[in-house]
């Protein structure tokens, strides 16, 4: 259980890095839409940007869950479990978008 938690935080501090990351380049984008080069890709940062968010939510929620040994732990790693390859889908779509 130790390992599986401390995957859950790693997947935490991953989650809420790069939502911080993209979060400060969406704002950067978001100053400079009136060009064109960055209109065009600013609905795909979002995108990202949420999948990061929303990594960040359900990967803190397990942690949390195993950590406290919450009744809700095993739902909590499940729900980690299907929307891990969920956001890798979605993002590797929005990356290959041009």
Known sequence: MKYLLYLDAALTALGVAMSVSIGFVCLVYALHLGESQFRNSFSNLLAISACFVTLA?????????LWKRRRWNWAAQGALAALLPTLYLIVRARLDTP
């Open 57 to 65: 939510v359900v990967a803190g929620c397990a942690t949390y869950a």
